[in-house]
């Protein structure tokens, strides 16, 4: 078993060893184990929930609760929506609905609140579950807060439209 922090094994290698696998050519054992699955997930650095088909959380890895502020155990059950500062506009979020209903990812900025009531801009992507039936089991919501990210670009574009204006004035 592989220990937690121990680095993962050359994703290109795990992409043979799958496809030898499915051609018959490396017995099942090989494959990754799943707790190697739930390991990376839980340590990427990027937060991650897992949903029902109502977008309740019936999971949520170590970032989530680093980005959101609540505890792993306070979003269990809980609707995504409590990341929400209701000043999105709902067609964001019918656009989001569709794409999932079209068994499509969406991707977009949403402006979330953490526990302690704080905003942030979160990037988030969205994806359908799908199972071997070809039916959506599960959401996985991905984000990460890009607000100091956002407020830099600002801040730079702001500074090249100074310059400009500065320049523009300035006499020939
Ligand atoms: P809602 O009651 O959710 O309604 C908003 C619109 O969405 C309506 O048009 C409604 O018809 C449609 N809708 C809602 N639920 C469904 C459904 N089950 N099927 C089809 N259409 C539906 N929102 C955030 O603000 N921040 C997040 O970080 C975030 N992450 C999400 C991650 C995942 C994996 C998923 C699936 C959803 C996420 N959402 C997120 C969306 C969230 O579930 C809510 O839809 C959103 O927050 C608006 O909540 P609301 O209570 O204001 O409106």
Known sequence: MRKVGQPLPDPSGLLMASKK?????????DLLSEEVFFQAVEHCPVAI??????????????????VTGYAMEEVIGKNESILSNHTTPRLAYQALWGRLAQQKPWAGMLLNRRKDGSLY??????????????????????????????????RVLNQKAMIEAVINAAPE
């Open 121 to 154: 801009l979160a990037e988030l992507t969205v994806a359908p579950v799908i199972n071997d039936k070809g039916e959506t089991v599960n959401y996985l919501g991905m984000h990460r807060d890009c607000t100091e990210i956002h407020q830099l670009e600002q």
């Open 21 to 29: 696998i499915a051609q018959g050519l490396l017995p099942e054992q």
């Open 49 to 66: 929930s897992i949903t029902d088909l109502k977008a309740n959380i019936l999971y949520a890895n170590r970032m989530f609760t680093q």
